[in-house]
C-alpha cells in the first residue's frame, strides 16, 4: 500500500519537472490535451489517496511518540527519496545517505561511513598492516608477486648492463692484430735475442769456472769412484740367473722386451722368488677363460685316443677333467740361465716320436683264411665244450626192503618166537604193506627189519599183537575172497609189516614203554617170550587183551577156529569198518562213515548242489539277444563275436565251487567282518589298540571254553558227582542234608 | 555502508543502507522508520534462521545488496 502511494507521490511531483513529450515518442497538439485531460482525472484521484495516505502517516507519528523517539516527518524525505530511487532505478524503497544519516542521527546510530569502503580500503594499503579478527594483532601484508617480479626484472637489467661494461672494460686493453703489429719493430726482436744469446754465455762461463774450482780441490775423482760404485752395485743381469720364470718359453717373442715383475707371495712363504708378466698372465687368464666357454664335451663315447699336438696319444688317467682341480693348476715356467727349457722340450719331442715308432704295430693285409663253416663241432672243439655238470644227488641210503636184507632178522626171529613150523620162502616177492595192506591172511607175522633197532621192533610188535586182532576180524571177509590168490603166491598169508608204518601207528604206546623205567632190552626181550609163552599156554581162550597198549600174540594155529566162531558173530549189520592202521585213504574212509567228515558234495555251495535244477539253455548271451532281436530282426548279433560273455561249451560241467576262507596267523577261519579287519591292519601297517586287542583274545578264550564246555554236565561237572555219588549209594536219590531238610520234612508231616 | 533489501512479498519492498557494524536491531528501526510499522514487531530471516537484534550485520555476513526476508510478528 505504502509503497503504490509512494509512486504515486514519485509522479505527481515529477510531473512540473518532465515534459510530456519526453514520456511518449511524438506526441501532437492533441495529444499533449488528451493527455492533460488525464492527467486532471489523475490528479483528483490522487488527491483521494492523498487523503487516505495522511493517516498511516499520522499513526506513525503516534507510534513514534508512543517510543519516545523524534518525531520523523515523512514528508521531507520523501522529496529525497524520490532522486535517490530515480538514481538506483529500483522498484524498493530507498534513502538517501543524507537521509539515512539524518534518520539514524535520530534513533541514535552513528552515521553511515559514506565512501568509507574506499578509505579504509587505501589506508589499509598505506598501513601494509591488516587487523586479526579480535583486534589484537596486526599481520604482515602478503608480498606482492607482481611487484616483485618488476624489481627482479630491472635487478637483471641493471646487472646485463654491468657485465657488459666490464666485458668492454676488458676488451679495450686487449690490442688487435694491427695494433699490436705497430708495437713490434724489427729492431726490438733483434735485441731481443741477443740478450738471449748473452745470458747463455754467461751461464756457460760461470760453469766452467765451478768445475775448474773443483778439479783445484779433488773433488772430480771422489765422484768418478762414487759412479763406479754404484755401477758394480747395480742389479744386472747376472743376478737374474737361477731366477725362476712363471711362462712358457714360447710365449716371449724373440728380439722382444718383457717387462717381468716379482711375483706376490706370502709373507711367510718361503719360496724362491718368482718373475711373472702382468700382461702374459692375463693373456693366459683369457685363454682359459675361452677354454671354459668352449665347453667341452668331457663324455667320450668310444674311448677315443686323444692326441696331442705332435700325434702321441695322450695318457689318460682317471677323471682326467678333475687333475687340476685336485693337484692344481699346472704351470710351464723355466729358470734364467739355467735350463734351456726349449732345447728340453725339442729333445722331449724327440723322444716321443721315437717311442712311437717302436711302439707301431704291423698290421699284416692278408685276411684270414676263409673256412667252410660246419654245423657239427670237430674233436677239437668238442674237447672244449663242456658239459654242464650234472648234479648227483644223494639217495638216501633208505632201506629199501630186500629179500637179502631180511634173511638174517627172520632167522633171529624164527628163533625167538619158536615158530619153526612155519617156512619162509626166500623167494616170495616183496611187497610193502602200503602197496597191499592186509590182503593176506596173517597166518604168520613177518617183520621187515631195519638192523638198526631190531629190538625197538620186537617192542612195536608187541603192541601190534594188540591191534592185529582187530584187524583179523575185519579182514576176515576179504581174506576169504581172496584165499585162493594168496594161496597161491603166498602159502602162509604172512602180514608185512613195514617198520616206519609201524612205528608211526604205534607212537602212542610207545611214551608208557619210556614212561615205565624198563628201559632194559633184555627184559623186554624176555617178557616178550615170556608173553608169548603164555598166550600158547591159554590157547582156547580167545586172545584176551592183558594190557590195552601191550602186545598180544595170535597163534595162528587156532586161527581157523577163531573165524569160524567169530564170523557168524561178528559179520555186521552195518558196512564193514575200514582199517584205520592201513593208511590215510583207510582212516578218512572211516571219518567219513562214521560222520567226522562231511562228504565234499555236501560241502558245495548251493549253486553246485542245485545246478541240476537250473534252467538248461539258459545262458547270460539270451539276454543281449532278445534285446537284440528286438531292435535288428535280422538276427545278425548271433554271428557277431558277443565277447567274454561268450560260454565255455566245453567247460559245461564246470561248476566251480568257489569260497573264499581268511585265516588269521593262529589259524583260525575269520568271518568277513573279522577278514575285513586283518586286512585292513595288514594293508595300513596300523593295528589294534592294545585295549581292543585284549578284549578280542579274551573273547577268543571265552567262545573256546564254551566249545570245550560239555553239554550233559554243569561246568563243575555236579551231574557226574551226582552220579557218582548214586552209584556209591546205590540209590536212585541223593539226600542233602542239612537243616532245611528237616523243617521241609516237618512241613509235609503238617502237610499230611 | 551497505545497502539491503528487504522484502516481505505482500507488497513491502525496502532498500535500507547501514554499516555492516550495525545490530540487527538497529537495522529493525531503520527499517521501521522507512515502512512505518514497529520496529519490535519485525523480524528479519534468511531462510530459516532468525536474525537475533543484538548480534551485528557483519557477523551475520550480511553484505551489501542481499535479500533480507521481512516478516512481522
Redesign the interface.
Known sequence: ????SKSKYKEKESTPSRSSKRRHGSPGADDYDAHREKRHRHHKHRHNKDRKLER??E??RQ?YED?DVEV?S?ENPSNQKINAAES?G??????S?AE?NR??A??G??P???G??DASTSGKKDDGKKKDDLGEFYHKPAENWADKAQRDKIRNRLAEHKEKRQLHSKLAKVKTLGESDSDDDVSNWVDRNRNSEKAKMEADKRAKMLEELDAQFGIGEVIEQEQKQRRNQQYTYKDLRGLRVDHDVDTFAEEKQVILTLKDTGVLDDEDDVLVNVNMIDNEKYKKNVENKKKKVLYNAYEDQEYDEYGIPKEKSLLAQYDEEIDGEKRESFRIGIDNAALRRKAAVVQSVKEKLAKKKLESIAEKQLTLASEYYNEEELAKFKKPKKKTRRIRAKGKLTAENLLPARKVEEIGSRRNKFKVDGDEPDISIDDVPDVEMPTSIKFEEDDKDDLLEKALHKSRKVKQRENIIANIIKAEVKEEQSSEENVDGNIILNSTAEFCRTLGDIPTYGRAGNRDEDEDLIDFDKEAFNDEKSDDDDCEIVELSGWNSVDPRNEGLDLARLAPQEVQILDEEPDVSTGMGAALKLAMSKGYLDKEDNNRPSNSRFAHLQAQHYSIEDKSYGEEGNERPGGRGRERYSGPIQDFKEKDSFKPNVKLEYIDDDGHILNSKEAFRYLSHKFHGKGPGKNKVEKRIKKSVQEQLMKKMSSTDTPLGTLNMLQAKQKETQSPFVVLSGSKQQQQTAISKSRR | ?I?I?C?DRL?????????PD?TVG?LK??IA????T?WDKIVLKKWYTTFKDHIQLQDYEIHDGMNIELYYQ
Request: net charge positive; aromatic share 0%; hydrophobic share 30%.
Open positions: 500500500m505504502g509503497s503504490s498511516p502517516s499513526r506513525s507510534v517510543n520523523i515523512v538506483s529500483q522498484g524498493a524503497d530507498s534513502l545517505i539515512t534518520l539514524r535520530k534513533i546510530l552513528k553511515l561511513e559514506v568509507g569502503s | 555502508m545497502e533489501t522484502n507488497g513491502k519492498k525496502v532498500r535500507v543502507k547501514c554499516n550495525d538497529d528501526k531503520l522508520a522507512q515502512t512505518g514497529k
